[in-house]
């Protein structure tokens, strides 16, 4: 094995460590259906290629907000 592979799936904690916010903002965007993630039992993961893909989205819309406003984090 070459370098150091990333994971297939990041908890809320890695999440938010790799947005830069904090845990609580990375369960509201799950809560909100915002953010794609998987449950295992009472654990929330978001698989790696599911955030980029997110993220791509959310600034290819502009300022990271959704395209349906009624929809979007307020102040985010």
């Known amino acids: ?5 990333s994971p297939l799936a990041l908890t809320v904690k890695d999440v938010a460590h790799e947005l830069q916010v904090s845990e609580w903002q990375v369960y509201e965007l799950i809560r909100q259906g915002q953010l794609p993630h998987v449950q295992i039992g009472r654990r929330k ?3 790696r290629k599911a955030l980029e893909q997110w993220l791509e989205r959310r600034c290819k819309n502009g300022n990271g907000e959704r395209s349906n406003p009624s929809t979007a984090t307020a102040g985010y």
Do not use: W
């Not at 094995?1 to 592979?5: L, N, R, S, T």
């Open 1 to 5: 094995m070459k370098g150091k592979e």
């Open 45 to 47: 993961i978001v698989p």
